[in-house]
């Protein structure tokens, strides 16, 4: 809002006549002062592990991924999903390359194939965008414990969230091996979730106990300092 | 009025809201004259004869979300030469009639030429199910069925042509299913009453039910459908409510462009918003701003400033109007 409103009377869209300037000026002067650590800003780290923690992940949030988020959320709906099965998940997916073109696919892939790059680059990560999956996971659906590290064609994953509020279940595990979990998080809608994986980097994802759906974006990314 | 801080501020009062409103439902009638005008010199004059009697009788009538949308169809059939299409509307005006009857306790005891139809009576609340009606000193026989009534929230998941053009865009729900959403509704105007008693006594639309993707949350609001919210239902009250002030803001900028003749200016280009993809025009932002806007200017309601940043992330995406 407060964003908005600002580029607005800055002249974003042109000159505003004063009646609405004036509507937009206490429009914005009644949303007070944010409250410290609340302004959103284009990606930051939210969160990320700790030098004991076996592999590195971060946690993201900013402007950016939330209007990904919503950009994904208008594509996806009505696509046509596939059911997914293996020996340790169940889930639906489609390929992003499949849907579009339009404009808000292109704000998707944009986030991911530039935005969300430049935010990995200043944790130091250089990557370069493989692909995009989204996944939707309904009631009962899962994702069983793996580490992402067999699959050799990326290096790095980021796990943008597409779920508006609440639901239960489908929390994301983070282990340390293949036994147990030691970290739970669900990225909220807008979340980026990003992951490095190496041969501890189990992780999975809970049963969806909640007749609304699961919904992610995931980037698979290669590390170009290992593919150079 | 200044409409802009008297119309948008989650408190406002309701009187320059309704006003609004009123001002509104009262250009549709008038709108209503001019189509029967328009009849009578056309080749449609017994039509034309038919919405004199029931401007005269019950002009009210013509106020009803339904007879919008049905004198816009009628006005689409004729521009386009679609002789059967204004036809089957012609039949259609039938229950506008029996709705006048009843508004003005006189009688009716015509053709009902809706067979096997559940019809809504518009403007009275009032099913006609398979008997074909007949109205005596304003009353109904057989005794009709009611579409739910919450104070001043109608939901309608009968009349399809209240469904407009958004149709190919919902899944829309049965008609079978009203009661349960009339609940929703009532403790959603309870939860307003605390926390924004002046939104739950200038609310007054007619709710027909849609179901959400995926089992998320729909509400939208569409200028070609006047009095009408669209909106998805299996939702907690202070995210029901969230989703009615949303729209209603929508809803009081469409009738004041449309009705007092506020103009949106077009802009110079488009900027990108954080509640919708791809860039947007002015008049779009305005909407969003206007609509998320409401958690803003909520002195005093603070719960509701909460639920409503919760819920606005989902209107976000889903909102067809900001």
């Known amino acids: 809002m407060r964003d908005v409103s600002k580029r607005l009377l800055g002249g974003a869209v042109g000159t505003l006549r004063p009646d609405i300037a004036e509507w937009v000026e206490r429009n914005e002067a009644a949303l007070g002062e944010p409250a410290e650590g609340t302004e ?3 990606l930051d780290v939210i969160a990320q592990s700790t030098s004991a923690f076996p592999y590195r992940w971060w946690l993201l949030r900013g402007g950016a991924s939330v209007r990904a988020a919503a950009a994904a959320f208008h594509v996806l709906q009505g696509a046509s999903w596939h059911r997914h099965t293996t020996d340790f998940s169940v889930q639906d997916a489609l390929n992003l390359a499949d849907l579009g073109p339009g404009s808000a696919h292109e704000s998707v892939m944009t986030f991911f ?6 935010a990995m680059h200043g944790l130091g990560l250089g990557v370069q965008l493989q692909d995009v999956v989204a996944h939707r996971l309904r009631r009962g659906d899962r994702v069983g414990p793996h580490n992402d590290a067999e699959q050799r064609r990326f290096h790095v994953r980021a796990v943008l969230g597409l779920t508006p509020g609440d639901i239960a279940g489908g929390q994301l595990r983070l282990c340390g091996d293949s036994s147990g979990a ?3 998080v669900l990225p909220g809608f807008g979340d980026v979730f990003v992951i490095e994986p190496n041969a501890r980097s189990y992780h999975e994802v809970e049963a969806v106990r909640d007749e609304r759906c699961r919904l992610s974006a995931v980037g698979s990314y290669s590390d170009l300092s290992r593919t150079v | 009025m200044n409409f802009w801080t008297d119309c948008f501020a989650l408190d406002a009062e309701p009187e320059a809201v309704l006003a609004l409103f009123d001002h509104y439902a009262g250009r549709r009638r008038v709108a209503a004259r001019k189509l029967s005008c328009g009849l009578n010199g056309s080749g449609a004059a017994e039509l034309g004869g038919r919405l004199d009697r029931l401007l005269d009788l019950a002009p009210e009538v013509l106020e009803a979300p339904a007879a919008w949308q049905w004198s816009q169809e009628l006005l689409r059939t004729a521009r386009l030469g679609d002789t059967a299409g204004f036809h089957a509307l012609e ?6 009639e029996v709705a006048g009857a009843v508004l003005s306790s006189t009688g009716w005891d015509g053709r009902w030429p809706f067979a096997n139809e559940v019809v809504v009576l518009p403007g009275t609340g009032h099913l006609v199910h398979d008997e074909a009606p007949v109205v005596v000193a304003g009353e109904l026989s057989p005794v009709a069925a009611r579409l739910p009534l919450t104070r001043g929230l109608t939901v309608d998941a009968v009349d399809l042509c209240l469904r407009g053009r958004s149709a190919p865009r919902f899944t829309f729900v049965g008609s079978d299913a009203g009661e349960g959403f009339a609940a929703e509704l009532a403790a959603a105007l309870q939860l307003a009453d605390l926390v924004a008693p002046t939104l739950s006594t200038r609310l007054r639309t007619t709710v027909v039910p849609v179901h959400a993707p995926y089992g998320w949350v729909e509400a939208a609001t569409d200028e070609q459908t006047p009095g009408v919210t669209y909106c998805s239902f299996g939702r907690s009250s202070s995210d029901l409510l969230a989703a009615l002030a949303h729209e209603e803001s929508h ?16 802009g110079d280009g488009l900027m990108d918003v954080p509640w919708k993809p791809g860039p947007r025009p002015l008049p779009a932002v305005i909407h969003g701003l206007a609509a998320f806007g409401r958690a803003s200017t909520s002195d005093g309601a603070p719960s509701l400033s909460a639920f409503q940043t919760k819920g606005s992330c989902d209107r976000a995406i889903s909102n067809r109007s900001g």
Not at chain 1, 113 to 118: I, K, R, V, Y
Not at chain 2, 251 to 266: D, E, K, R, V, W
């Open chain 1, 40 to 42: 959103i800003r284009p």
């Open chain 1, 113 to 118: 194939a530039a935005a969300l790059p430049a």
């Open chain 1, 182 to 184: 030691s970290l739970s």
């Open chain 2, 91 to 96: 039949r259609q005006f039938t229950r506008f």
């Open chain 2, 251 to 266: 809803a009081i900028l469409n009738a004041a462009t449309l009705s007092i003749g506020l103009s949106l200016p077009i």
